[in-house]
């Protein structure tokens, strides 16, 4: 159980362009679901949380009008790379919590290429 | 905010134990603690977690002092396929600032 599916695994765009990410909880209902940027050997950084039907949470240093966050289900929240530029190249996971106590459960991340 | 540290890295043989200590000195009453394994380009894998004590599942146990100012992830007999990074998260039931740590890289050795 508490399977986290990440679409699309991998994708390359060209400068200037948008790129959705989705993320959706098969088997639960997530009222929290995190999205994390992940550089190459470094660990995971939290970009935001979102919760469902409200606005998302970004942390500091982190453009909310650059990374749109749209949780609009207890299944599904999407994160949109808007006017991607080559700095934005980089390893976005999502994962989502089923209640507040229960672990956090990760998406297999989406390998992002901005040319 | 629960700060986590771990070491960097560490190399095991195939078939040893290891066990892997994060310090947490300033955990919140409330706070529990988890424990991911990340192979590369994947999401992390949820392995354990615990509030006090000792949880032991199918593939990990997890050691908590009384203080609960650190905690051992212990991974009984290795193999080659438990090399990934294994990370410890601290935060409180509902806590939306999962902040994770450097993270300690697991190497085994045939």
Partial sequence: ?115 | LAKTTQPISMDSYEGQEVNITCSHNNIATNDYITWYQQFPSQGPRFIIQGYKTKVTNEVASLFIPADRKSSTLSLPRVSLSDTAVYYCLVGGAGANNLFFGTGTRLTVIP
Wanted: proline share 3%.
């Fill in chain 1, 1 to 115: 159980g508490a399977v986290v599916s990440q679409h699309p695994s991998r994708v390359i765009c060209k400068s200037g362009t948008s790129v959705k990410i989705e993320c959706r909880s098969l088997d639960f209902q997530a009222t929290t679901m995190f999205w994390y940027r992940q550089f190459p050997k470094k660990s995971l950084m939290l970009m935001a949380t979102s919760n469902e039907g409200s606005k998302a949470t970004y942390e500091q240093g982190v453009e909310k009008d650059k990374f749109l966050i749209n949780h609009a289900s207890l299944t599904l929240s999407t994160l949109t790379v808007t006017s991607a530029h080559p700095e934005d190249s980089s390893f976005y996971i999502c994962s989502a919590r089923e209640t507040d106590d229960s672990p956090l459960h990760f998406g297999n991340g989406t390998r992002l290429t901005v040319t």
